[in-house]
């Protein structure tokens, strides 16, 4: 059904500051009044970063419909002169004691009968004397259900709408194809609101509702219903979804409208209603900051582009996304915050065997870490540290494992040049404020802005840094105290320190770095200072260190299995990171080191390697594993000879 171009409204804001890594999925932040409802679960499209989709083949020809070329964005909110009517859409938390009334819809064959908990007290889009299309939005916190009218007119005498919706905000499911909502796409309405309280706490973690002016007269997943101009595949189809390309530079504009912008790289739009081009939602609110409103209306529309999400769906009826893409899908291992798994999520099942195999994976390197990090602790509040390094270098990361594993937190990976949104929320998840954020590296590894960051987030930042990698390997073990174990690594190349930092955590030891086959001058004074076992893990660490008690194989992959059979006996579980690429491998040493087991390293496809296949074999202690990293990193095929192994 169509609607009227009116001013819907709009807003925006989230977290403190990040840049662009990929973030996983995760339910929906609860609105104030309403705290143990999520706003849908975590799977739920509106809750999926779509960063790493494809562009969708039809997005110059909807963009040009949309007059993106002259056209900026539109948040139509804040004042408008009359306080008890701000722009923007209302909404009003309730309890099971609100009283419940019927009410009659123009559109009753597509309308939930209710009853609905609207009365007098509602809050109407636009004032109560609107005109327009105004929406009622009421959230029942007894039980986390969502209420929603469309040209809602309230009466003693009998209330009428034009169309309504219940949801149950803890459910995936849609409505029947081709049934309105109180909006034209058959959505809900409350999910793609901005928030203030959202702003406040730093994170909006959803898509954002957006109406354009003309429609096509279809409508895609997860839409359910159409209200377009006429059939033109010219024009979008509700349900569309675009976001703020990557390349958009967002540095010179203020905080807040950064974050603002982060969320549309990272979420999107969603086309939700007819309306005018680029106008996007939020919550009625005289508390916008009219700076970042004039900042977000510069904003041209042609830096944005539409996404082919359709890779996204699990069943047409349902909202909820693949749990292979939930937290996206590069197919990368690249650098960056733009590579490395593939597939996504936490906790997805493999190909069961003899060995029981979950994946822990995200659509980059970052989300990989933060995907760990849940795995190991997934109830909020219960690290007691974290550690905080790079994602476009290994060498601190390697060190680090063991520090992450001593000291009770995960180990994250974070863009060189900001703390990453997708960090930030799960720092804020894993750990009360007040404590100790361990940053590896110098200004150049971690910029130093980051500090600010966590002292803002109310977290203590403790940098471990030396003027190069081998002196940040001896700081951070400094942190460590006096251990009775050192493992030597080549810092030139990262495979054979993942298997000495999982090692370095069972044995209360220290990972440090040699300059390839040459000693580090670092490295060799922190030995002198601190004498004890030695091992050298690979052939370069035992060329630069003879002293050294060697660990080696004839490759990375038999290294890794020489250093599992000295350091873990008989153990029950183990942990399987890509060979060739190194990012999730840094946080799956932490993870698996938390766990008990040892790291092994194998390849992306192909035959698992012998030294591989006979540890396995002489371990039929083993009767699980984790693979880090999704199918693009460890393809499905290595997953299945592991399983049998």
């Not at 900042?295 to 069943?315: C, G, H, R, Y």
């Not at 990453?420 to 894993?430: D, F, G, K, P, W």
């Not at 803002?456 to 002196?471: I, N």
């Not at 004498?531 to 990375?556: E, S, V």
Request: proline residues 8%.
């Amino acid at each position: 059904m169509g609607r009227p171009v009116v001013r819907l409204a709009a807003v925006a804001g989230l977290l403190a500051s990040a840049l662009l890594p990929a973030v996983p999925a995760t339910a929906g932040t609860s609105p104030p009044g309403a705290s143990s409802c999520p706003v849908f679960p975590s799977d739920n499209v509106w809750n999926a970063d779509i960063s790493h989709l494809p562009v969708d083949p039809h997005s110059s020809q909807w963009l040009a419909s949309m007059n993106s070329s002259t056209t900026n964005l539109h948040p139509d909110l804040g004042s408008s002169g009359d306080p008890s009517a701000p722009y923007g859409i209302p909404y009003t938390v309730v309890t099971n004691a609100h009283p419940k009334v019927s009410v009659s819809f123009q559109y009753a064959s597509e309308s939930d009968p209710g009853p609905y908990p609207f009365g007098a007290d509602t809050p109407i889009e636009g004032g109560q004397n609107a005109s327009g299309d105004r929406h009622a939005i009421m959230v029942d916190s007894s039980t986390c259900t969502l209420y929603e009218l469309y040209d809602a007119q309230y009466s003693a005498g009998g209330s009428t709408a034009g169309s309504g919706a219940i949801w149950n905000l803890q459910s995936d499911a849609l409505r029947p194809a081709g049934w309105t909502s109180a909006d034209a796409a058959g959505l809900p309405i409350f999910p793609g609101l901005l928030r203030p309280d959202e702003v406040a706490a730093g994170v909006v973690s959803h898509a954002i509702r957006f109406t354009a002016d003309e429609t096509d007269t279809s409508y895609i997943w997860p839409a359910r219903h159409e209200a377009g101009a006429r059939s033109d595949p010219s024009l979008p189809p509700m349900g569309a979804r675009f976001r703020l390309k990557a390349s958009f530079n967002i540095s010179g504009y203020a905080a807040d409208t950064q974050a603002v912008l982060r969320a549309m790289q990272h979420y999107g739009l969603i086309l939700a209603d007819n309306g005018s081009n680029w106008y996007f939602q939020g919550s009625a609110s005289n508390s916008w900051d009219p700076t970042m409103i004039a900042q977000l209306k510069t904003i041209p529309a042609s830096a944005f582009e539409a996404v082919d999400e359709s890779s996204l769906m699990v069943n047409a009826n349902s909202g909820a996304v693949a749990a292979s893409s939930s937290g996206g899908g590069s197919s990368s291992g690249g650098s960056g915050s733009g590579g490395s798994s593939g597939g996504g999520g936490a906790g997805g099942t493999g190909p069961v065997g003899r060995l029981a195999l979950s994946r822990v994976a995200g659509s980059s390197r970052d989300l990989t870490s933060v995907a760990a990090s849940e795995a190991e602790f997934p109830s909020p509040g219960t690290a007691r540290t974290v550690v905080l390094a790079s994602d476009t270098d290994f060498a601190d990361a390697l060190a680090g494992t063991p520090l992450a594993a001593t000291t009770g937190g995960p180990l994250l990976l974070t863009v060189p040049s900001g703390l990453s949104l997708a960090v930030s929320v799960e720092i804020a998840r894993v750990m009360k404020p007040g404590g100790t954020v361990y940053v590896l590296g110098g200004p150049l590894a971690v910029a130093a802005n980051v500090d600010d960051q966590l002292r803002s987030l109310g977290y203590v930042p403790q940098r471990l840094a030396g003027a190069d990698r081998f002196q940040t390997a001896v700081a951070i073990a400094g942190a460590l105290g006096n251990p009775s174990t050192v493992f030597e690594a080549t810092g030139l190349d990262f495979p054979d320190g993942l298997s000495a930092g999982a090692a370095a955590s069972r044995a209360h030891g220290v990972v440090l770095l040699t300059n390839g086959s040459a000693p580090a001058a670092a490295t060799v004074d922190y030995l002198k200072a601190h004498p004890g076992q030695d091992y050298a893990i690979g052939g370069p660490a035992a060329l630069a260190d003879p002293a050294a008690t060697p660990l080696a194989g004839a490759d990375r992959y038999a290294t890794a299995t020489s250093v599992a059979q000295r350091f873990f006996a008989s153990p029950t579980v183990v942990g399987f990171a890509s060979g060739a690429v190194f990012p999730d491998a840094l946080t799956g040493g932490a993870n698996i080191a938390a766990r008990g087991g040892p790291l092994l390293l194998v390849p992306p496809t192909g035959a698992l390697p012998p030294s591989l296949s006979s540890y396995l074999g002489a371990n039929p202690t083993i009767r699980s594993g984790v693979i880090y990293g999704g199918t693009f990193v460890v393809g499905p095929a290595v997953a299945t000879e592991l399983s049998s192994a």
